[in-house]
């Protein structure tokens, strides 16, 4: 299993960025396709984005895409979350996930999470 660690979250207004990090440890970090998902409160977890083994794919739900960048850094270990024009109903606790196979929308499918960073976007 992959151990991650999600930060950078935030309170923002609408319209602002914020870039969220997760550094991951414990296993050969590329081995891993990286997604991000999102749950507000109430509401159940749900696919934000993903991105292959080396970057060289990525994939968006339709709520997020032109807005939100994923990305990653394998020298590092850690993938990123760059978030622009941000809405209120981007308002939720965001977690990374590791999956051998690209790519899966469905959180049943991940073994593990990190602890989340909450993001709240006021209007």
């Known amino acids: 299993q992959v151990q991650l660690a999600e930060s950078g979250g935030g309170l923002v207004q609408a319209g602002d960025s914020l870039r969220l990090s997760c550094a991951a440890s414990?296993?050969?970090?590329?081995?891993?396709?990286m997604h991000w998902f999102r749950q507000a409160p109430g509401k159940e977890r749900e696919f934000v984005a993903a991105?292959?083994?080396?970057?060289?794919?990525?994939d968006y739900a339709d709520s997020v895409k032109g807005r939100f960048t994923i990305s990653r850094d394998n020298a590092k270990n850690t993938v990123y979350l760059q978030m622009n024009s941000l809405k209120p109903e981007d308002t939720a606790v965001y977690y990374c996930?590791?999956?051998?196979?690209?790519?899966?929308?469905?959180?049943?499918?991940?073994?593990?999470w990190g602890q989340g960073t909450q993001v709240t976007v006021s209007s």
């Open positions: 414990g296993r050969t970090f590329s081995d891993y396709a």
């Open positions: 996930a590791a999956y051998r196979t690209y790519y899966s929308t469905r959180p049943a499918d991940f073994g593990s």
């Open positions: 991105i292959s083994w080396r970057g060289g794919r990525t």
